[in-house]
Each structure stands twice: as C-alpha cells, then as structure tokens.
C-alpha cells in the first residue's frame, strides 16, 4: 500500500526527511520546498478529512510548514521521524482549528459546513465505486475524532501503531484500541448503509 | 484470536503472517480465513481513497514561502510596536493612578467638610508639643469630643 504522505518506511526516505530539517533549521528554503512535496499531500488529506473542511485544512498544513520552518532546529531525529513530527503538529493545529470553529459557531461568526472536495453525494451516487466512496467518507466523518485521526494517520500517512500513538501522545494498546474500534465502526456503517442504501452520517460509535 | 491479538501479533512479528512462529501462523492463517482479516488493508485503502483529493504542492509551497517572507518583514515593524507600547502602557497607568488618587482626595475632602482643618490644627499643636493630652481629649472626651470633629 502506498500512503499519500510520509511512506518513507525505507531508511533512505526517513534520513532524507531528516538531512531535510537539518537543512530547513539552517535556513534552506529548498530544503523546505522539498519536504512541502513530500509531506504536502499526505497531511493536505489528513487534514481535510480530519476538519472536514478544505479551507481549514489549506490553513493548517500551511500553519504545520510555517511552524517546521520556524522550529526546525528543535527537531531531533533520535525522537523520531520527521514525518511523524510533522503529522503531530499537524494533529494538535487540527485540534485548534476546530476549537476555534466551534467558537465562531457558537457566537454566531460561522454557519458550521463541511465543504471538502468530493462529498457530493448525488455525484457519487452515479457510480457504484464512487458510492462506496461516499458511504466511507460519510462512515469517517461519523467517527469519534480519535479513532478518526487513528484510522486516517494509518490509511493516508502510512504509519504504525507505534508511530500513530507518537503522533496522538498516547499509548501504543490505546492507539492500538482507536483503530480496532474505528474499523469495526466504519465496517458496520458500511454495512448498515449497504443494508439500508443509505450513505448519510449516521451515528458511529 | 481477537482482531486486537492480530495486531498486537502483526507488530510484534512483521506484517507476513507466513513469517511468524508456528503457533502464531496457524492462528493467525484461521483468523483470516474465517473472519477476513486480511479486510484491514483493504479497509486502510479505502479510507484512502475516500480522502483522495486534488491537492497542488507547488501552489502551497509558494503560499508557504509567501507567508515566511510576511514574517519576516513585519518583525521590524513589531519591535516598533512594541518598542513604543510598553512606555505609552505605563505612562497611561501612571496617569490613571495619578487621577485614582487626586479623586480620592477630593472624596475624601469632601467627606470631612471642615473637620480636616481642625485635625490639622491638633495635629500641629500636637507636634510642636502644646499640651498633648488636650488634643487627645478632644478626639475621645465625653464632652464635644466628637464636636471638634
């Protein structure tokens, strides 16, 4: 399988990402630009998926670049993967960015709408393949938030439990738990709405 | 063999389940053939493909590299800020301590009527050693103590 964002599992694409943050740490904007390409997507995909919202997301990976930029000299490859900093950064601006939106929802500055490219379902609904698409990406935004961050750290960015839990600040059997119940969930909607032609988010526990 | 114990198992030993010890194999070669274990990485890419989306690195680089130059550049013009906040900040709260205090004392003033002139004058008395006792009287007597006031 091959995730959109880190998949660096080779030894040779996890030390390039950290020479890269090296490099970024003593000002090298190349070096920026390189790992923007590499890790762009991936956290683009986490991100959106996770806000489900493309602008919020287009704020934050814009935020997780603008925050290795600054902070790159505080990275340490003995700690861990770049790709795995650089996904946990991109986890807690997440966390932010939806505490500010319930805000300005609660005071009135924001009407709540999810607006990610693809979720049209009507659109979906013409094909088949594309309305499983639907139904799973209904089934994910239906998802508690960790066992959605869980679930999408491992299908988008390639990671294991380990490396999951590094990005959640949790334990290895806890993140471990986030993706055995995020998959039995989404398989269950999955199924209920194969069962009932259904694709709407429903309540996923 | 739960699906928990398989991923535990997975981790321990590799993602090949043909590569795990004999007990470990066996189990896990009939927890895949009976409950479709192997569905977890079909289910990884589906959750995948559902997050699919356009994405323009080129375009995000530049707005990234966009948003580095800003920083940099507004840094002078923040030191500036700053460097004139902090004095108007406390040259403000001087002010409002200044005026807190003069009102006080008006209030205050204003709350004596007279009355001050006279503590004043016993006060001075008092310090230049004419009859001390007399003016303490005159704050604790029965007799127009309170009158002096």
């Known amino acids: 399988m091959s995730g959109a964002g880190g998949h660096e599992t080779e030894a040779g694409g996890r030390h390039d990402d950290d020479r890269l943050i090296l490099r970024m740490a003593k000002g090298d904007q190349t070096a920026l630009a390189t790992i923007i390409d590499r890790h762009g997507r991936g956290l683009r995909l986490f991100a959106a998926r996770l806000l489900g919202s493309a602008s919020d997301a287009e704020d934050v990976v814009q935020d997780v670049f603008v925050a290795a930029w600054k902070h790159a000299a505080r990275f340490d490859p003995a700690k861990g993967r770049a790709s795995t900093w650089l996904y946990r950064i991109a986890a807690n601006r997440c966390i932010d960015a939806r505490r500010r939106r319930s805000l300005r929802a609660f005071i009135g500055l924001d009407a709540v709408a999810d607006e990610v490219a693809g979720d049209e379902p009507d659109a979906e609904q013409r094909v088949g393949a594309r309305q499983e698409l639907a139904i799973a990406r209904a089934g994910l935004k239906a998802l508690p938030e960790r066992q959605r961050t869980a679930l999408l750290l491992r299908a988008v960015a390639d990671m294991d439990v380990a490396e999951i839990a590094a990005v959640m600040e949790t334990s290895v059997g806890s993140a471990e738990q986030l993706l055995v119940r995020g998959r039995r969930a989404l398989r269950d909607h999955m199924a209920m709405a194969a069962k009932t032609g259904d694709n709407r988010p429903g309540s996923v526990s | ?149």
Do not use: C, H
């Not at chain 2, 590799?14 to 289910?43: C, I, K, N």
């Not at chain 2, 995948?48 to 323009?56: G, P, R």
């Open chain 2, 1 to 149: 063999m739960t699906e928990e114990e398989f991923e535990r198992l997975k981790r321990r030993f590799g993602d090949a389940v043909a590569d795990w010890p004999a007990p470990y194999r066996q189990q896990a070669a009939a927890f895949v053939a009976e409950t479709g274990a192997s569905r977890v990485d079909d289910l990884d890419r589906l959750i995948l493909d559902a997050a699919s989306a356009e994405t323009n690195e080129a375009a995000l680089t530049r707005r990234v590299l966009a948003r580095i130059a800003d920083d940099r550049k507004p840094a002078a013009a923040r030191m500036a800020w700053r460097g004139w906040t902090l004095p108007a900040a406390a040259s403000g709260f001087a002010a409002l301590l200044m005026v807190a205090t003069i009102a006080g004392y008006v209030a205050a003033g204003d709350g004596l009527g007279g009355a001050s002139e006279g503590i004043d004058d016993a006060l001075m008395a008092f310090a230049l050693g004419d009859g001390g006792t007399d003016v303490f009287d005159g704050f604790g007597g029965e007799d127009g103590g309170e009158e002096q006031l």
